[in-house]
C-alpha cells in the first residue's frame, strides 16, 4: 500500500488559515440606547434646578406687593479624582508576531477592545458600583423610582411602570424597556384569549420589539430578577477616555518583546433619576 495524505496525515503541512474565528459576545448596548455622553477629563458638576413647583406662588392683584421667591438649584458631580479605569496589557514576543499566520498586534488589539467594552457594558447595566471609584450601574442609581414586580413580569406590571413614569412627568416618548432575554422570552410567550401572541415585532424595524410603544433592549448584562424602563436621554456617561489602545514596543525590549495597553474610563449618572423606573422581581436578586 502506498503512503498519501489519507493513511499519513502527521507528514502533511497543517493547513492553518489566516481568519480568526471570533466568539460569539454580545453587543454593546447601553451607550447605543441612546445616554447623553460628555467627554471630561476631570471631575465635572452638572448644575440642575429644583423640581418646578407652582404651588407656592399665588396671584397678585393690582398695585400690590410682588412677593419674592428664592430660585433653588442642586448638581450631579461625575467623573471624581478617585474614580478608576479599566486598564490591561497584553505581551507578546517578537518571534511569535513573525511568526503568527494572521496580525498578531491586530487580533490581539480587537480582542481586548472586546473585552474591556464587555467589561463596561456589564458594569453599565449591573446593580453595583459606588460612583467614587467604579461607576454606578442602572440599577445602582440613586433615587431612582422603584416597583415591586412579580417573579414572572406580567404586562399589569409593565404597565404600572409607566403610570410611574406618567406620574412623574417623563417624557414618554423616550422611554425603553431594558430587560434579560430570559424575561422577555417569556412575556413573549404570552397569548390572547384567541390564541395569538401579544407581543409584536417593530414592524418597521427587522428584529425589534415594542412594549406599549417602547422599544425593547434585551441584554443579558441585565441582572436576574431585574428590569427597567428608562428614559436614556436623561441618563449621562461622562467619558475621560473610551477604549483606547497604545502599542508599547520599548518596555519590554530587554525581552524582545512587544505590548499592548488598552485603558478605558467611564462614570455614569442620571440627570433626572425618577426617568428611571426600576422593576424587582419578588425572587430576584
Same mark, same amino acid.
Given at each position: 500500500?502506498?503512503?498519501?495524505?489519507?493513511?499519513?496525515?502527521?507528514? #502533511?503541512?497543517?493547513?492553518?488559515?489566516?481568519?480568526?474565528?471570533?466568539?460569539?459576545?454580545?453587543?454593546?448596548?447601553?451607550?447605543?440606547?441612546?445616554? #447623553?455622553?460628555?467627554?471630561?477629563?476631570?471631575?465635572?458638576?452638572?448644575?440642575?434646578?429644583?423640581?418646578?413647583?407652582?404651588?407656592?406662588?399665588?396671584?397678585?392683584?393690582?398695585?400690590?406687593?410682588?412677593?419674592?421667591?428664592?430660585?433653588?438649584?442642586?448638581?450631579?458631580?461625575?467623573?471624581?479624582?478617585?474614580?478608576?479605569?479599566?486598564?490591561?496589557?497584553?505581551?507578546?514576543?517578537?518571534?511569535?508576531?513573525?511568526?503568527?499566520?494572521?496580525?498578531?498586534?491586530?487580533?490581539?488589539?480587537?480582542?481586548?477592545?472586546?473585552?474591556?467594552?464587555?467589561?463596561?457594558?456589564?458594569?453599565?447595566?449591573?446593580?453595583?458600583?459606588?460612583?467614587?471609584?467604579?461607576?454606578?450601574?442602572?440599577?445602582?442609581?440613586?433615587?431612582?423610582?422603584?416597583?415591586?414586580?412579580?417573579?414572572?413580569?406580567?404586562?399589569?406590571?409593565?404597565?404600572?411602570?409607566?403610570?410611574?413614569?406618567?406620574?412623574?412627568?417623563?417624557?414618554?416618548?423616550?422611554?425603553?424597556?431594558?430587560?434579560?432575554?430570559?424575561?422577555?422570552?417569556?412575556?413573549?410567550?404570552?397569548?390572547?384569549?384567541?390564541?395569538?401572541?401579544?407581543?409584536?415585532?417593530?414592524? #418597521?424595524?427587522?428584529?425589534?420589539?415594542?412594549?406599549?410603544?417602547?422599544?425593547?433592549?434585551?441584554?443579558?448584562?441585565?441582572?436576574?430578577?431585574?428590569?427597567?424602563?428608562?428614559?436614556f436621554s436623561q441618563v449621562v456617561v461622562a467619558q475621560d477616555l473610551a477604549p483606547s489602545v497604545t502599542i508599547l514596543k520599548e518596555r519590554y525590549a530587554d525581552t524582545d518583546e512587544q505590548a499592548i495597553r488598552v485603558v478605558s474610563r467611564y462614570d455614569v449618572g442620571a440627570l433626572n433619576p425618577e426617568a428611571v423606573v426600576v422593576l424587582d422581581k419578588e425572587d430576584g436578586a
Amino acid at each position: 500500500m502506498s503512503n498519501s495524505t489519507n493513511n499519513t496525515a502527521e507528514l #502533511t503541512a497543517e493547513q492553518v488559515q489566516n481568519v480568526l474565528v471570533q466568539p460569539l459576545q454580545a453587543a454593546s448596548l447601553f451607550l447605543a440606547a441612546g445616554p #447623553t455622553v460628555i467627554n471630561t477629563a476631570g471631575p465635572i458638576r452638572l448644575p440642575k434646578a429644583a423640581k418646578y413647583d407652582g404651588s407656592a406662588l399665588g396671584f397678585t392683584g393690582e398695585s400690590e406687593l410682588i412677593p419674592e421667591r428664592d430660585a433653588e438649584f442642586d448638581e450631579i458631580q461625575l467623573m471624581p479624582s478617585t474614580m478608576k479605569s479599566v486598564k490591561v496589557i497584553t505581551r507578546y514576543s517578537n518571534e511569535l508576531a513573525r511568526q503568527s499566520v494572521i496580525a498578531l498586534d491586530s487580533a490581539i488589539k480587537d480582542k481586548l477592545v472586546g473585552d474591556v467594552a464587555a467589561k463596561l457594558d456589564a458594569q453599565f447595566f449591573g446593580a453595583s458600583g459606588d460612583g467614587i471609584t467604579t461607576p454606578r450601574g442602572l440599577f445602582a442609581l440613586k433615587d431612582t423610582q422603584s416597583l415591586a414586580a412579580p417573579s414572572a413580569l406580567d404586562y399589569d406590571t409593565l404597565i404600572d411602570a409607566w403610570g410611574l413614569a406618567l406620574a412623574a412627568n417623563v417624557n414618554t416618548q423616550g422611554l425603553k424597556w431594558v430587560m434579560s432575554s430570559a424575561d422577555f422570552v417569556a412575556l413573549r410567550k404570552i397569548k390572547d384569549a384567541g390564541g395569538n401572541y401579544i407581543l409584536q415585532p417593530d414592524v #418597521t424595524a427587522a428584529g425589534q420589539f415594542v412594549l406599549f410603544g417602547s422599544p425593547v433592549v434585551i441584554s443579558n448584562r441585565v441582572p436576574t430578577g431585574k428590569a427597567a424602563l428608562v428614559d436614556f436621554s436623561q441618563v449621562v456617561v461622562a467619558q475621560d477616555l473610551a477604549p483606547s489602545v497604545t502599542i508599547l514596543k520599548e518596555r519590554y525590549a530587554d525581552t524582545d518583546e512587544q505590548a499592548i495597553r488598552v485603558v478605558s474610563r467611564y462614570d455614569v449618572g442620571a440627570l433626572n433619576p425618577e426617568a428611571v423606573v426600576v422593576l424587582d422581581k419578588e425572587d430576584g436578586a
